[in-house]
T-cell receptor, first 112, second 118 residues
């Protein structure tokens, strides 16, 4: 089993739709979680952190379910500019250092 | 504050040649990571430095790849000799160490080096 898994997609959704991505992780002791966004031919950039209590930033909502070991990203009212690959990132603190593991990424295409 | 910088941004080399990629992390970041994205595939981990030490190099594909981080500052990734399948985008990322007491630290990425082996 991969350490961090995502549905690669692509998710093709119309403008204005709501879309949700899940990401599962294998290490129950993982401590920090993030969603990154990667546009075509660009580097990944932080979209939002994921907290135990969940967090919301405008149209984006991230949630963490420790019991089932997954994180989710919900995008409401999709815009064309939301088209990108969304990467789930899990950070583990092991023996005094951090290990950053990426999911495979989920490709989102918002269609006019 | 300067971000993670990578050089060169693009490199086109012939099969069998040697290429060296460089990454300058954010100043003070102990953790430095190399990742690679091959066309049409996901980002894959190559290796992780903590300061100058290789903490995890389980993702290095073979012994044609050599990474160094002398003095715990910038890092280089050398591919020698390059093969066609080495083509892709090589990303470097850095993050603060856990010794800072901050566990929820994000990783910052460089813009990547696009390597094309012909």
């Amino acid at each position: 089993r991969k350490e961090v898994e995502q549905d690669p997609g692509p998710f093709n959704v119309p403008e204005g739709a709501t879309v949700a991505f899940n990401c599962t992780y294998s290490n129950s002791a993982s401590q920090s979680f993030f969603w990154y966004r990667q546009d075509c031919r660009k580097e990944p950039k932080l979209l939002m952190s994921v907290y135990s209590s969940g967090n919301e930033d405008g149209r984006f909502t991230a949630q963490l379910n420790r019991a089932s070991q997954y994180i989710s990203l919900l995008i409401r009212d999709s815009k064309l500019s939301d088209s990108a690959t969304y990467l789930c990132v899990v950070i583990d603190s092991l023996r005094g250092y951090q290990k950053v593991t990426f999911g495979t990424g989920t490709k989102l295409q918002v269609i006019p | 504050e300067a971000g993670v910088t990578q050089f060169p941004s693009h490199s086109v080399i012939e099969k069998g040649q040697t290429v060296t990629l460089r990454c300058d992390p954010i100043s003070g970041h102990d953790n430095l990571y190399w990742y690679r994205r091959v066309m049409g595939k996901e980002i894959k981990f190559l290796l992780h430095f903590v300061k100058e030490s290789k903490q995890d190099e389980s993702g290095m594909p073979n012994n044609r790849f050599l990474a160094e981080r002398t003095g715990g500052t910038y890092s280089t990734l050398k591919v020698q000799p390059a093969e066609l399948e080495d083509s892709g985008v090589y990303f470097c990322a850095s993050s603060q160490g856990v010794s800072t007491g901050r566990l929820n630290t994000e990783a910052f990425f460089g813009q990547g080096t696009r390597l094309t082996v012909v």
